[in-house]
């Protein structure tokens, strides 16, 4: 059913009884053209341009858990695409200019909200290497700005700018960057894929990938055998597991991003700031929690959960970049499992195995590329090429010597 | 009026009068009253508004699961929004404030919400305010954002400090009730370390407001005792105003205690709050049940309260919440609470059992309704009656207070943060902790041991395990007879049938048990489903009061035991942290330690203006009389030692002295360019790469002895190579014979740079400096005039006839004054690291602006360091990938601007003349940029695709972020001196 | 192991006292050896759930670089020893 203020006043006068399911809960069929593994935010994407856009219609996306249980919705839901290298600044503009029109696209509201990000400098290099990268960005044509101090300390008083050991002396905004609600990624996906057909099969573990003459036959489940002419692996922090199961070793660690919401406040954060002194960055929801993080805990996880000596950190950088936070309360801390890569950036590609196909990589930045991450993996998988804007994202790059290194720290993942 | 102070009774001191205010009232309570049971005292039943409808809410509980009871504590910097009434303690001038309702708590314009509610079902905003499309951001998200949220802050910088500690102890016991109590005494007896921590200001938890007898006297006289006894114990820590929020890893809890909240009056000198972070060998989680609310038409009228809080404000506080006050149960516990209150001469209207044949007596004379249920509730700003019905038959029921009795919940959260799952017990209908291993027991009611008796034999036994577990005997501790006891077993009932108006699950997200049904339908019936669309769980109680009913409704909707639905995820916090707290002393500018170089007073006393340099402050231009700009003092620098000398000081380069007999094969190895050949009394330039064959860092190698070097790095990476270099001899060649050691903070150095620095040394030197002597690159020690050794290396970075001079720390300043009176005739001047900047610019040196951990030898035009002759040295195999000697990777070279009126800035792009702006068509990037004195115009180092087959191409310099595009020709690095006969003179 | 490690030299010390660089599994090839090992070492990680041994150094301690083995899901950690005694391992 289509959903529209209409909709919700009709339904109301009926006492809210007429709404229908916002996706089927079908049983796995035993045969699609693609599986796609993962039901997280890229794999729902995946599905849905996979339908709407390349006519492929017979889709499973197959779940261990509930949909969107993985980073989809355990993120800072930060969308943006003030990137610098070639590699992937096209890429992420891409998604942005999709989260720009993904609302009437799906008909649910994701709530992009583009109040802008702020990412503050501190010193002449960084400044230096701001101005790179916004020089960077308006070569794509994605608007950016520089912001002096003064300006700052017009727009945002509440930061340090008397008591700071490292002084703000400007930020670079992208005005078009801002937040969506995560959560409602992963349903208006769902929702959408499903209206095209597409089987969503929840509580559905893949166990193994059947092989037959080296090329991919389909997954064992804990549902059963299902069979696929493709298979797509969109697995964020679970992708080495799944890809071991088809004798893939892949350039992933995975680690674990902690993430904090406060207690909820009147409108005091209008933006999205990021610290240049330190990883922090943070911006307030529609609800009125302050929502921010800072660096990975740094060593290999799989549990979704950090430990205090991080959260410890991650606070002392909030207070130290706006002291007036020192008395809000931080109501709740979670961890995601990120799928970090070699060089920070993401891979969409084939595998050296006929039939499977990977996305992964995301790091801690996989949110803001739902859209185009499903876009240009669909592309793939139907096209069998890649997108023009993720085609510098292979999985050979590493050997081949094109890494995509924005931190410019090399292959060890927890830097990036 | 409907609730007041009683007569007597209560642990408050009825002799010490606390004045505060509520929303500008004055009003005054006691000591040992929170906040809302003096608000209570105060007849204030309403006291917040909720977060989505706005309706008027009041005081649920007597603790810390308080979901409605939000204010703000505080004015002015000392403003704490969203402080739970319930645990507030009260204090003298305390000032709070309602939240969340404007123009006032009791009118409140956003309660239209109210009225508008059907249409606000849960999830309605993902199907709407989607058209117009711009029409989202513009207006329908600042209108939700602005009825949103709770208390307010302007971020105002907080005037208080915060402290960090560890402690270290045998046994941890969370909550000081009858199970805590009694497992610390176990524990303390038998010798072991023992830290309890307590929540609460007073200690005893649910032994203070229990009305039952322990060896015949008050519990609280039994609380008393202990804790005395506690207290003259050195083992033991007792840390009241102390929450435990989280159990992370090892056994290490998180706690924050309160060390100065609970005053107008701050000591400076102390912290407000204090984080510990408690290593502890083994815990004891005591930390009760929580009484689950009930959910019926009307449950969140102020004046409807679980039964438990009720007893706990007449038998804790002396308030009675309500003249008239009806029970409302599903177990034997809304019994106890009619007890409590007939004895203290309240009224109780009915004891309304959901059961049909419980064996359960109400007190004499008490109406008993069995089989009833409360179906709604009238009253606007505080309850007035309540609508019973009893198969079928509704009858309107006079009373100004509910005590709501919806059974028992273990508080099992701590238990849970580390991945282990609650497990459903059938039997008690409720969730229990996960066995977790040795290192954290759950005691007493946490355990599902709710009689007393039960609670105070099970915090014994199970700190007599922890006991013997870590070697020691058991002490003695004879169990106190309790009298009378309550059995508080109930009927699950996770909602009552029937209700007449909306019945809420969640109260301060406004969560009711339509919106979990309309979940169920739209397919959001899994547990997290649930919480994400409906926000049920998600306030900041997160759930502590309402989750479990949300759940046992699920799973009636779903057909499946509250089991398969399982819970949501508990993390920490259990219960909000500031940010304060968790910081610590990490504020301002003590965010980070502050390095100062040796020679610091040297450039202060020359007037140097000083700029941090990661955590250093480096010294960056002198400013003379008459100068107005940075440029102009930097130009004269740069002139200045171009034309005579300058001093500048490079003591934050990091220093490594490396011996042994293979220090030459381990910097061979560490290094791209040859080591292994230096001849002693040598330096040499050195380029570090990473395994994957990128440049890493770079700096110089001197050998002073066969086996002796000393390597130097930039300021940035200096704890970078260190560690580095232990990884390569630690992990990757252990078994070559080196070992090194970081001298950075031992040497101060300084540059000496221009025609004139021999003149000037040699002023201070005792050793011959000619040319002949000490010729390019030499590097050794030498004697300064007064006797003292140091080391000279003859190195340049600014192209001139340059030395390096380092003396031990503690004699820089002398040594930096000397040259400075050495130089005085000579026209010497003390420059900075902008200048230095400037000068390396213009010979074409490379810095980090350059080598940015993207750039090969190569790209920085330094291809021919590369050993290639030398078997292996970290990054020669990977630097042969292709993509890392493609020919089109952006190269170093020079720029020189050709409209004078138009500068460079680094960050600025390149793009062929008459190209368009495209990602596609970028051909590079200006690396670092400057005005040149020397050659009297802008110049510039820059990365460009294939650059050095375009020397004497016109380029434009992409400024767009400034607004600037300027033409400029591709040159040489090298601006200056390309012979370098200036750096041999 | 995420908030105390037990050093072989110094004994158990906060996690904030070291500093983590990877898996430890790993094992720098020789110079010459063939491109793809050279790959695998560089690039390509096992990354499984469970036990695994990872390089940390005790940076503001004895600085001698560690190999921790624990489990990745639990952070229980099995054992903790320097680097430079590894047998078979990352030499």
Redesign the interface.
Known sequence: MRYSAFSIFKQALAGNLGWKPAWREPQPKPHYDVIIVGGGGHGLATAYYLAKEFGVRNIAVVEKGYLGSGNVGRNTTIVRSNYMLPGNEPFYEFSLKLWEGLEQELNYNVMLSQRGIISLYHNDSQRDHYTRRGNAMMMEGVAAEQLDRDTLKKMLPFLNFDHARFPIIGGLLQKRAGTARHDAVAWGFARGADRLGVDLIQNCEVTGIRRESGVVTGVETTKGFIGCNKLALAAAGNTSRVGEMAGLKLPIESHVLQAFVTEGLKPCIDHVITYGAGHFYISQSDKGGLVFGAEIDGYSSYAQRGNLATAEHVMEEGVTMIPGLSRVRVLRAWGGVMDMSMDGSPIIDRTPIDNLYLNCGWCYGGFKATPASGFCFAYLIAKGESHHVARALRLDRFERGFPIDEAGVGTQPNLH | MTAFRLAAGGLVDRSQTVPFSFDGARLSGHAGDTLASALLANDRLLVGRSFKYHRPRGIVTAGPAEPNALVTVGSGARRDPNTKATVAELYDGLTATSQNRWPSLSWDIGAVNNLMSRFLSAGFYYKTFMWPAAFWEKVYEPLIRHAAGLGRTDLPRDPDGYEKSWAHCDLLVVGSGPAGLAAALVAARSGLRVILAEQDFALGGALLSETTRLDGEPPVVFARRVIEELQANPNVTLLARTTVFGWYDDNVFGAVERVQKHSAVVDAARPVERLWRIVAKHAVLATGAEERPLVFGGNDRPGVMTASAVSAYANRFGVAVGKSVAVFTNGSSGYRTARDLTSQGIEIAAVIDTRTNAADTAPDGVRLIRGGSVVDTKGRQRLRAIVTDRGGFEELLACDAVAMSGGWSPVIHLACQRGGKPVWSEALQAFMAPEVGAGLVIAGAAAGHYRLSECVEDGARKASAVVEALGHSVAGFDRPAVGEEVDPSFTALWHVPGAKSKAFVDFQNDVHTKDLGLAVREGFGHVEHAKRYTTGGMATDQGKLGNINAIGILAAMRGVSPADVGTTTFRPFYTPVSFGALAGTSVDEHAMPTRRSPLHGWAARNGAVFIDAGLWYRSSWFPKEGEKTWRDSVDREVRTVRENAGLCDVSTLGKIEVFGPDAAEFLNRLYCNPVLKLPIGKARYGLMLREDGMVYDDGTVSRLGEAHFLVTTTTAMAGGVLSHMEFATQVLWPDLRVRFLSVSDQWAQMSIAGPKARTILQAVVEDDLSDAAVPFLAAREVRLKGNLKARLFRISFSGELAYELAVPAGHGEAAADALMRAGQPHGLCAYGVEALNVLRIEKGHVTHAELDGRVTPDDAGLGRMMGSAKHDFIGKRLSTRFGLTAADRAQLVGLKALEADKDFRAGAHLLKDGAKPSTLNDQGWVSSACFSPTLGGHIALAFLKSGRERYGEKIVVWDQLRGVETMAEVCNPVFVDPENRKLMA | ????IPCPHCGTR???EF?????ATPV??A?M?A??V???Y????????GR?R????H?AGC???LVVERD????EVFSVS????EQGG??
């Open positions: 192991m995420a908030s105390l906060p996690r904030q500093s983590v660089r990877g898996d720098r090839p110079p050896a491109d793809e050279w790959n695998d560089m690039h390509v990680r096992a990354n499984p759930r695994i990872e390089h940390w150094q940076i600085r001698r670089w990745n899901f639990t952070h320097d680097a430079s005694l990352a030499r």
